[in-house]
């Protein structure tokens, strides 16, 4: 079971997402931008971040720190929207970007991936660092 925490301001898109995420066992948070994420989480670091693109043009330096070791950032955008390009420290730091809802199936692929590094690593950080909850999470 991973913690992911999805960032992104389409409510609809976020709430189906994360009823597949959930629906496959693990624990998520959604937030509408990383500066209430960061306050969501109260210090937590979840293994997986799913940003929207434009959230991570605008504000990927301060997830660096959010994530736990050994997790990854994932990158989304939405079927119709073709116009965000990453910068090239972002996309860098970046394991995928999809695009949602499409790559729905691909996304736990993804999760599965990065939980078994996580796992291979020893860093089972993922594990006990439940996701407090409050306000900004909508599962």
Known sequence: MASILIVGSDAALLEGVAQTLVG??????VAKDIPEALETLHGRHPLIALVHCEELIARAQMLHSALAHG??????HCDEDERYTLPFNVKRTTLATLRLPLERQRLLALVRYIENRAHAAGRESMEGDDFPMERGEHI
């Open 24 to 29: 496959a066992g693990h624990q998520v948070v």
């Open 71 to 76: 997790g990854a950032l994932l990158a989304f």
